[in-house]
């Protein structure tokens, strides 16, 4: 299994502003993936971040509102920008196992935009 | 595309009591299945995975899932209710090894004494 870790666990923020979350994986990864979580709902894919080339986003998910790096096989980062409340969820990375049959989950980042 | 239908939004049961928890998946290929369990406050934790071979799979805690391909199915159960098993549980869904999962809209599961 991976071992995941999620800077910061949680933050407040004012609206206007630009959060960036940052994922580390304990060992290399192929596949990392990044998904949101809006209270009381289930998870929602926003990209998958490729190692070397642009994230891919799924629909209703725009890179100027979600920018996505991924500079090795065991980091990447989000960035919510240009926050508004309605982007107050939870932020979640996975990571595709090792032999790729099941992903792997961060602890997950708590967002409050104020 | 793919996509994934969990009956029941919250579902009730008694401690000690059957516990089962609908899924349906729509796939165009072949599926790989998982449930996942979030408690309150903390992040996804995997209960068991179907991705080839035998449709009966036995996960942690006592859950185990069974795949019917006929019935585009995959529900949850767990013979006797615990109280910790009161949490949100996911249904999802891929297409294979390293793609992203599909969430269904989560079930609440409670559990009374």
């Known amino acids: 299994s991976a071992v995941i870790s999620q800077k910061p666990s949680r933050d407040i923020c004012q609206r206007g502003t630009s959060l960036t979350i940052q994922c580390q994986v304990d060992?290399?990864?192929?596949?990392m993936f990044w998904y949101r979580q809006q209270p009381g709902q289930s998870l929602t894919l926003i990209a998958t971040?490729?190692?070397?080339?642009?994230?891919?986003?799924e629909s209703g998910f725009v890179i100027d509102k979600f920018p996505i790096s991924r500079p090795n096989l065991t980091f990447s980062t989000l960035t919510v920008s240009n926050m508004s409340p309605e982007d107050s969820s939870i932020y979640l990375c996975?990571?595709?196992?090792?032999?790729?049959?099941?992903?792997?989950f961060g602890p997950g980042t708590r967002l409050t935009v104020l | 595309a793919q996509s994934v239908t969990q009956l029941g939004s919250h579902v009730s049961v008694s401690e000690g009591a059957l516990v089962l928890l609908r899924c349906n998946y729509s796939s165009s290929v072949p599926p790989y299945l998982f449930w996942y369990v979030q408690y309150p406050n903390q992040g996804l934790q995997l209960l068991l995975k179907?991705?080839?071979?035998?449709?009966l799979v036995k996960g942690i805690n006592g859950f185990e899932a069974e795949f019917k391909k006929s019935e585009t199915s995959f529900h949850l159960t767990k013979p006797s209710a615990h109280m910790s098993d009161a949490a949100e549980y996911f249904c999802a869904v891929s297409e294979g090894g390293g793609t992203a999962l599909i969430f269904g809209k989560g079930t609440t599961l409670s559990v009374s004494s």
């Open positions: 060992s290399q990864v192929t596949m």
């Open positions: 971040a490729n190692q070397g080339s642009e994230a891919t986003y």
């Open positions: 179907y991705t080839t071979g035998a449709t």
């Open positions: 996975s990571v595709a196992g090792t032999l790729y049959s099941e992903q792997f």
